[in-house]
């Protein structure tokens, strides 16, 4: 046994090794891609070396002792045990190195906390397991979900370069304009974060946090969810693309005009068949984490929808649950529109095996709002 | 100094078979019982942990849904912390504080039967609550609310109630050792006379006696917001989440040092011994172990970092936590002093606490590092927490704890551990242990959020490594497991103080030690 | 060789400690089934309860004999007192949490929460207050009807039992008597009254987190004064049956401890939870 398991470790160090050519593993910080970020990484290192210098010195000394005062060559133990210069001296020039340390630390938290003087505001609006952005001074809003395919988590397509790091709608901000970020959940605790801007804050429901990033250079950022929120928190990325102003200001637009499309959608009349087609994609991005693609659930925490009470009652009912939720159900109201409502009921009275046969109109969902 | 317990025929009688265990009054057996139940505790959570790694080899899901993987970190944690490291360290108070002491029992003997076999419903509630509808509890061990709140499944509130009887057990048990070290001394024996892991130990007990009760009122608080319809964890009822996490790490910092103080006693003990030459600088060890005591109780917040503080809080809480590497620092100058011009052997307890010294010392530093709270915010809730906490976890508590068997093997069996085996043993978990967990240091710091069962492709690479050494890690235990069996069944005999250079009232009885020592109390002069 | 009374006392093997385990093994076996709506859990959370009445009759009779059989020495006699001290301090970190919880929502949280507006657009931070989601109006408990009467009944009940602890230096049965059984009145007093505060009172356990604290705080309270009541009752039954004397009386003082940290308690409660 012990031979095979020398030769397991011996083969992961091998491994290590056999990777590095194609290389796409990191020993360090992301590059900042903010001031603050800049600042952590410089503290980061400076700490590290300091520690590093630290611990060369403490156990170079533990090792010349283990290798001189080692009873196999005959060293003699003296009897000393106490030493108060040298306590006090070891007392202090630790005391001394940590004041040292804390100094720049402090200057970098007071520039992280202060979000006074902002150019434009985000609000985040983390929920399981998804991120909203709502941009409060231009009225655009939207969600951001994962966007790798569940047959690369299921190793049944070759995995992509951003795997389990990319969304379907990215966070986009313009880059040198300072931005507070107004952080908050709906259901449980989440955590937002982008390592290069050295931004990461808890996501707390029933609270909002403040916080600010000023991106100094165009990019695509990722990050994840950083506290558990439940079974697909390794499945909550987010990823924001910095672009130059009037690139912004295009996609600002773009957003506008898709809103607008959107909103019309809503004052036309849908065929019931339309509506469960599209109520088939809607379904399968939103709900079927927790109710299952087929419809199955997972009870008792997340209900079956095929033969669901709510699903086979009154409709009015089952629009009610979607828009408000109830309990862990989170309220959707503002998460989907009218048509995505409508298409969704259509869908789950419809499909799932389910068959009542009705559905509703988007103009019904807005009038019920 | 004599003994009587030599010639001490049990005319008293002990009952024997399985009455012996279960109605036990004799510290020596209740120690056995706490560590053997610590044992089989750490390979059940260790290998929850192998089902961890298993999923996390390579990107990807492969063996684990993610629910179950949530369910295998909780528990991990959970069993690890509560099941495994606390009852040892019981365990070891149990044995040998009475015989440091020169006592003839704890103080109260029924009552510390009782906090054993509260361990034992506890964990029948934890384990059993995997089988029950919903499955067991996925939320992490530190349980943070809405999340544990959302729970429906029944196995939160099994896992509150196991947790609320394991503080049961813990508090009369800290009551017990606290009264014995307090009242119980051998004449002579002042407070400064004591032996290290004796000093640590009281301190403990005090710890624990000062937070278990708040972690039984923050998970009373979770149960009541669960079932009864209160509001503390819930802002639309004028509540507040973070507060559980206020509470939770008043306790739980504390109990971070519950886990590492008397580990540092075994240390204090075990390293005089084998470099023959007393512990370097024993007040200031006082000290500084009293001092880690005081500060655990304002560092809390730590934590919490990306809770989002206000500047003063912040700056407080990161301040505070700095200073706790100064007597920490301390121990770790005092123990290579202690080293420093001895004359030194190196058995398998010194080969674990040379290595415990300079692993525990890589933590110390990562901790340094993640107080600094710019820093933290980079860190928090990545893989380099996780590297940090298993390098004072297992490679300070669980290692010391196994250096510690091996050094008072003798005296609990009688005869000699097998030393090839033992080393064996030792550089098997000292390899596996740097390879399964000093690359998780790297994909922390690269942005490798921990509590996730699949993750991006530039991670993939060290969590193989770090899985191919759990595995190796997990294997070597039953090579101790087997090297403990081996010892309790045979091997040389060993002498009433089978170390040259250790001193103490342990050593001052027979090996094994009678079931009856210290009846009348020995003299310390 | 009979046991040395010079010796540290060290009990025979007992099976009492299993049976502790046993009784709150089905008591939170039963109460987990319970709160889940699995009825049968009330049966298993009774059977608990009997386990553990029969467990405390019969392990407190043990201790009683032995004591009175004189096996305890002076020793003895001070790990009791370690003991008992560490066992209130440990009740005084627990209502200590519950207090810094209070404390934490009162000057942090409910503030943070009014400044959320993008969440909570109308909400005041005051105190009392169910939370920003509550649509009715709280009507909170005025602390100068029935709990300042509560709380005169507590510190009376100091009192007295002070007096029958000064009896029962004296030898004075008589004292001890009257002391002891004014105070066990006080305290059931003490509770009929909380029971009907609670009975009267405008707001339950789920208006929001005033409803909250004062039910789980006052409630722990209340189960604490009941605790002590019924240790007050048997240590009366204990002087009937002249169990105590004046300079052996440890299980008397023990629970006059006791008796004294609810009383403090109570006046935190009352300062905090129901006055300011």
Redesign the interface.
Known sequence: MNKRTILSLGASFLSLFAVNSHAAYALNLKTPATEIASQIYGLHMLILWVCVAIFVVVFSLMFYSIVKHRKSVGHKASQFHENHWLEVIWTIIPVIILVGMAYPATKTIIAMKDTSAEEMSIKITGSQWKWAYDYLDQEVKFISTLSTPEDQIQNKAEKGENYLLEVDNPMVVPVGKKIKLLITAQDVIHAWWIPEFGVKQDAIPGFVREIWIKVDKPGVYRGQCAELCGKAHGFMPIVVEAKPEADYQAWIVAQKEAAASADAGSDKEWAQDELITAGKAVYEKNCAVCHGATGAGIPPAFPAMTGSAIVNGPIEGHLDIILNGKNIMPAWKDVLNDVDIAAVIAYERNALGNTVGDSIQPSAVKAAR | MSTTTATH?D??G??TGI??W????NHKDIGTLYLWFSFFMFLFAGALALGIRAELFQ????FV???NF?RLTTLHGLIMIFGAIMPAFVGFANWMIPLMIG???L?????N??S???M??AA??LIGSIFV??GAI???WTM????SV?????SV??SI??L??LG?SS?VG???I???I???RAPGMTLMKMPLFVWTWLITAFLL??????L???L??L??D???????F??????????FQ??FW?FGHPEVYIMILPAFGLISTIIPTF??????????MVYATAAIALLSFVVWAHHMF???M??AG??FF??ST??I??PT??K??NW???????????ETPMLFS?AV??LF??GG?SG??LA????D??L???YYVVAHFHYVLFSGAAMSIMGAVYYWLPKWTGHMYDETLGK?HFW?TT??FN?TFFPMH?TG???M?R????????????N??SS??A??LG??QL?FLYVVIKCIKGGPKAAANPWE?AEGLEWTVPSPAPFHTF??PPTVK | MSQNTNNYYLPAPSLWPLIASIALFLMAGGFAMQINDITSGNYVLIAGALVFVYLLYGWFKEVIIESISGFYNKQVDTSFRWGMGWFIFSEVMFFAGFFGALFYIRTFALDWMSKSTLVWPNFVATWPTSGPAATEALEAMSPWGLPAINTMILLISGATLTYAHWGLMKNNRKQIIIGLALTIALGAIFLYLQAHEYAEAAFTMDSGIYGSTFYLFTGFHGLHVAMGTIMLAIILYRILKGHFSSHNHFGFEAVAWYWHFVDVVWLFLFVFVYWL
Do not use: C
């Open positions: 025929h005319d008293h002990h009952p009455m012996r279960v109605a036990s009054t990107p990807g899901l492969q849904e993610p629910e949530n006592t003839s029992d103080a109260f003997p029924r009552l039967n009782m054993f076999w509260l034992v419903p029948i509630l509808p919903g996925a939320g992490g943070y609310p809405p999340l959302q729970n429906p499944s029944m509130d099994m109630l196991a609320h009887i049961v508090i800290s009551i017990n606290i009264t014995t307090l009242n119980m006696i000062a937070s278990m009760p708040v039984a009122g923050a009373t608080m149960l009541t669960r079932h009864f319809g209160t509001s503390f819930d802002a639309a009822g004028g509540g507040d989440p973070v507060l206020h509470v008043f470099a023959r030459k007393p512990l370097f600088g024993y007040a200031s990306t809770t989002g206000p500047v912040s700056l990161m301040y700095m200073l590497s100064i620092g301390v770790v100058f290579i002093a202690t080293m420093w011009r001895g004359s030194m052997t190196f040379i010294v300079f010392t890589i530093f340094l590092v600094i709270l710019p820093v915010i980079q928090q809730d990545t064996w098997l390899i596996a390879i790297f710091l690269a942005g959020p509590r996730i069962p699949d993750y991006a492709l530039q991670f993939a690479e060290f193989m490594i191919i050494g595995f190796a294997i070597s090579l250079g009846e009348t």
